[in-house]
Nanobody, 127 residues
Framework: QVQLVESGGGLVQPGGSLKLSCAAS????????WGWFRQAPGKEREAVSCINGRDGSTYYVPGVKGRFTISRDNARNTVYLQMNSLEREDTAVYSC????????????????????WGQGTQVTVSS
């Protein structure tokens, strides 16, 4: 059974950092594309970042580039999202996703819909 479980969300002050984890079971990290998405209250879900499991290519949307870093640990079967310099506008439910189509993540783009999703973890940036 395939499963994605996120953790690491919480309340943080503006300018602070959080590291999200996505533990994958039933997947082999190097055969999937991995994405992080977020949905703020009253807004549509949006892509944040992705990593190609085969070649390690990464993509970031402009609003988080330079502040967020996506990474993977094949031994732990876990994908991470390190978030620094957090802003109030980063407040959202963050979800990780996996897709067997490796074109779902390239250096230039991220596919907007992925095949499998986690339940999400809340990130709140507030003073």
């Amino acid at each position: 059974q395939v499963q994605l479980v996120e953790s690491g969300g919480g309340l943080v002050q503006p300018g602070g950092s959080l590291k999200l984890s996505c533990a994958a079971s039933g997947f082999a990290l190097n055969t999937y594309a991995w994405g992080w998405f977020r949905q703020a209250p009253g807004k549509e879900r949006e892509a944040v970042s992705c990593i190609n499991g085969r070649d390690g290519s990464t993509y970031y949307v402009p609003g988080v580039k330079g502040r967020f870093t996506i990474s993977r640990d094949n031994a732990r079967n876990t994908v991470y999202l390190q978030m620094n310099s957090l802003e109030r506008e980063d407040t959202a439910v963050y979800s990780c996703a996996a897709d067997p189509d490796l074109w779902a993540c390239t250096k230039r783009t991220i596919k907007r819909t992925y095949n499998s999703w986690g339940q999400g973890t809340q990130v709140t940036v507030s003073s």
